[in-house]
Nanobody, 125 residues
Framework: QVQLVESGGGLVQAGDSLRLSCAAS????????LGWFRQAPGKEREFVAG????????YYADSVKGRFTISRDNTKNTVYLQMNSLKPEDTAVYYC??????????????????WGQGTQVTVSS
């Protein structure tokens, strides 16, 4: 079992940037595919970005493509989400998630076995 803890959320203005971090403990997640999801009030949780366990493949939601970048540092057991040109519609609780080892990268939340507690991102207009 891997424990995930997100950090880096906050209140920013439209057009600003934030970098979210998600640190893992309990075991290495170097063989897990990793994802970022978000959930806004009254809405379902949605996929934002994902990175394969090898780091060679990344997926993005169309709404964040070109603005957000996911990366991982397996030496630090940490995954990042760099968010640029933030918009009010990016306001949500952001969650990181990990699959079980060697599982292919996926956009489906049901394929992720481990989740963090979430970090709030609020973008004011």
């Amino acid at each position: 079992q891997v424990q995930l803890v997100e950090s880096g959320g906050g209140l920013v203005q439209a057009g600003d940037s934030l970098r979210l971090s998600c640190a893992a403990s309990g075991r290495t997640f170097s063989r897990d595919s990793l994802g970022w999801f978000r959930q806004a009030p009254g809405k379902e949780r949605e996929f934002v970005a994902g990175i394969s366990w090898s780091g060679k493949t990344t997926y993005y939601a169309d709404s964040v493509k070109g603005r957000f970048t996911i990366s991982r540092d397996n030496t630090k057991n940490t995954v990042y989400l760099q968010m640029n040109s933030l918009k009010p519609e990016d306001t949500a609780v952001y969650y990181c998630a990990a699959t079980t080892p060697f599982r292919p990268l996926t956009r489906s939340a049901s394929d992720y076995a481990n989740w963090g507690q979430g970090t709030q991102v609020t973008v004011s207009s």
